[in-house]
């Protein structure tokens, strides 16, 4: 597709259940990140992945949030035994990074909105 | 670490007002700069972006920006704010030696009719 597609839109899991959230970055793109929004904050950064380098991984918020990126291109965003706090939408933004012509804007995703109960 | 401070966390104004929010970064080397925009119910996109050239560019909607580099800044004006301009701004700013881009925490704009 044209833009960045994230699945699903919209989940509702128990808690304590393990949930896998899918980012389909805009094709070329080679940075990838996600972020997360919570009512009325800013956004969260979480991971950066870029090319064939090692993740940044500096913001995920506790080891039971995990990232991975199959072959540059789809990333999966894993919460496991997930809380009540977890509950959030979970954005997912692709660019273009250090290209000659410097544009790095990134294109985001309509999110996931995951509602822990 | 690079950072982004958006100075103004909920912004109140009337129509036609005059707006300037506030954007600093802390990174000493080149960067590239953008403003995104979430309106209420829709997903983050592009405002307005900085590469290089003329410091003051010009965005959608009538929403321009100035990249002052003595200041690490790069704040968002627009001379006559609308209703319909309601939504959340981010500040971002990238580092082009590493590629990675970094948000603010976003100002949310609330413009009464």
């Known amino acids: 597709g044209a833009g960045v597609s994230q699945s699903p839109s919209n989940k509702v899991t128990e808690k304590g259940k393990d949930v896998e959230l899918r980012c389909d970055p805009i094709s070329g793109h080679t940075a990838l990140y996600w972020y997360r929004q919570s009512l009325g904050q800013g956004l969260e950064f979480l991971i950066y992945?870029?090319?064939?380098?090692?993740?940044?991984k500096s913001g995920l918020p506790s080891d039971r949030f995990s990232a991975e990126r199959t072959g540059g291109s789809v990333s999966t965003l894993t919460i496991q035994r997930t809380q009540q706090e977890d509950s959030a939408v979970y954005l997912c933004a692709s660019s273009l990074a250090m290209t000659a012509s410097g544009n790095t804007e990134a294109f985001f995703g309509q999110g996931t909105r995951l509602t822990v109960v | 670490a690079q950072s982004v401070s958006q100075h103004n966390h909920h912004v109140i104004l009337s129509e036609a007002a005059s707006l300037e929010l506030g954007c600093n970064y802390s990174?000493?080397?080149?960067?590239?700069l953008f403003w995104y925009v979430q309106y209420p119910g829709q997903h983050l996109q592009l405002l307005l972006k900085?590469?290089?050239?003329?410091?003051l560019v010009k965005g959608i909607k009538g929403f321009e920006a100035e990249f002052i580099k003595s200041k690490f800044s790069f704040n968002l004006r627009k001379p006559s704010v609308q209703w319909s301009d309601t939504a959340e701004y981010f500040c971002a700013v990238t580092n082009t030696n590493a590629g990675k881009s970094t948000f603010g925490d976003g100002t949310t704009l609330t413009v009464k009719p």
């Open positions: 992945f870029q090319g064939n380098s090692a993740p940044d």
């Open positions: 900085y590469f290089s050239g003329d410091p």
């Open positions: 990174y000493g080397g080149t960067v590239n």
